[in-house]
């Protein structure tokens, strides 16, 4: 079994990430691909929820003018895909999953149940959360951020396209440099678009770690959950001791 840092994990997936070079729809190759090296977290003794979006199929952005309720009702539906063929593909790689839902369809996923999802954890399940947070006007983002809460994950693995975050575009800037640690303050002050405000603000309350990783190598997921260096690391500014809390007021009196 490998050593982990992080023995409960939330895993953000966008829904990109199963299109593959199509840009659209789901790459079941790839989901395959995805879908193994979850299990291999799972035999290494992970417990992994995870939240998957819905880009793949829609985007409420490019709605062409419909009401942004509507817009972000077809997104949550387009999550809900995404969540099955997930819970499928693993399903068929002896990988036990199990889909909650945030909306009510008990034809195709239990509702969100705390109780039920730590349960399906303990067992072995990978725990898939459809329709993200139920509410328009939220991103997979924030959704990530509140079932970790829920689930009392340990980190949120947020899997994108770069290998972390940088002082500045790398694609427009070859000098850019990698930021290995920031705080979720830094996130808010700086407005760096590494996750929304909600989902960093709930992150930061709940002091729950976020490492933004590269999926492009998928045996980073096992990486980041043994504490390897994959990716930027977004944690809650260090408490201060009352030593130093102290001498910070010496310094500043005699300044």
Known sequence: M????????????????LAGPAGHGIDFALANIICGHIKTCVDAGAQLGVVIGGG?????????GMDAVHADQMGMLATMMNAIALADT????????????????????MGVNK????NALAAGKVVVFGGGTG?????????????AAEIEA??????????????SDPRKN???????????????ARRLNVMDATAAALCRDKNIPMLV???NNPANILAALQGQNVGTLVVNEPKKTIGQILTYLMDKQEK
Not at 136 to 144: I, L
């Open 2 to 17: 490998s050593d982990l840092k992080y023995p409960r994990a939330l895993l953000k997936l966008s829904g990109e990430v």
């Open 154 to 167: 340990r980190v949120v693995l947020k899997a994108t396209n770069v290998d972390g975050v940088y002082d």
């Open 56 to 64: 793949n199929f829609w985007r409420g952005r490019s709605s062409g």
């Open 115 to 118: 109780a039920a999802a730590l």
């Open 135 to 147: 509410n328009p006007f939220f991103t997979t983002d924030s959704c990530a951020a509140l079932r």
């Open 90 to 109: 693993l399903a068929q790689l002896g990988q036990p999953a199990l889909v909650q839902a945030a909306h009510v369809m008990p034809q195709f996923a």
């Open 174 to 188: 070859p000098e850019a440099k990698k930021i290995d640690t920031l705080t979720h303050d830094e996130i808010l």
């Open 213 to 215: 990783f590269n999926l």
